[in-house]
């Protein structure tokens, strides 16, 4: 249940996310935001599946860098937009339910 509730509330906070994007002008409207939510999910897992089984083999900062230019990618961001966006200030801690 509980790790069912941290991806119910990953699930939510991605589509507010690429929502705001979106109302922004900044992401593509090409598909819904539930559907890139659910892509970008299930991008991050399995890249942690594959860092897990191939940790010898593959560089855990490469993969990070290769599926964020993957999502960005998808959501229509380009290098410019990315390179002009703030950067975070500080992580958000997530609470679980």
Do not use: N
């Not at 509980?2 to 906070?13: E, T």
């Amino acid at each position: 249940r509980r790790v069912r509730g941290v991806y119910q509330h990953l699930q939510a906070y991605l589509e507010a996310l690429i929502g705001e994007g979106v109302a922004a002008g900044q992401f593509t409207t090409a598909l819904p935001a539930a559907e890139m939510a659910a892509i970008i999910v299930a991008t991050h897992d399995g890249m942690l599946l594959q860092w897990l089984r191939r940790e010898k083999e593959l560089d855990g900062e490469h993969l990070v860098r290769a599926m964020r230019t993957s999502v960005l990618g998808g959501l229509g961001v380009t290098s410019q937009a990315r390179d002009e966006a703030p950067k975070p200030a500080a992580r958000r801690k997530v609470r679980v339910a």
